[in-house]
């Protein structure tokens, strides 16, 4: 008796939703420590501002490509910002954003072997904010991040970072729902 009804629960296993092939997440940058756990972390006030705001929009809608697009509005006017996919999810420290997602993942971390930690294996933007502080950058890769491994966009402090290291976590967005 089993059998019959669980192949007449199938049908309504495959109306189940998936994963949307666009997703977008909009944010305003608060401090870690916020009473409700935020989607947006800034951890360089004078680079993110506290309220100032990102939008990121992650495409998989054409198979084996991810295009990925970071708008912001209220960071530093005239700065640069490397972003990238992190592995992590955003906390308190900065570092729990873990390291960069990686498409093949280097076997000796932290990676700096450049057969792995390259454009074509990480997903890298560089951000550019104009004299008001907005800015937007997309890029694109030839393959989609394996399920929950791309947890977080990160923006480094980037040059010149007045006293941050160019590489310093600045801020992380949250892509996990």
Known sequence: M?????AALLPLALLAPAAPPVSV??????PATAFVPPAAVSYAQDLVPYGSHARVVTDHSVPGRT????TVSGLAPDHEF??????GGCGADPASSGPHYQDTVDPVQ???DPAYANERN???LVLRTDGHGDGTAT?????????????SLVLH???????HGAGDRVACVKLER
């Open 157 to 163: 402090a980037g040059t010149p970072a007045g006293p």
């Open 2 to 6: 089993t059998a019959p009804l669980a």
């Open 25 to 30: 997440v909009e944010a305003a940058f608060d």
């Open 67 to 70: 295009a990925l697009t970071l």
């Open 139 to 151: 890029t694109a890769v030839p393959w989609q991040p394996r399920p929950g491994g791309a947890r």
């Open 122 to 124: 990480e997903l890298r």
């Open 110 to 112: 932290p990676s700096t």
């Open 82 to 87: 490397p972003a990238h996919l992190h592995t």
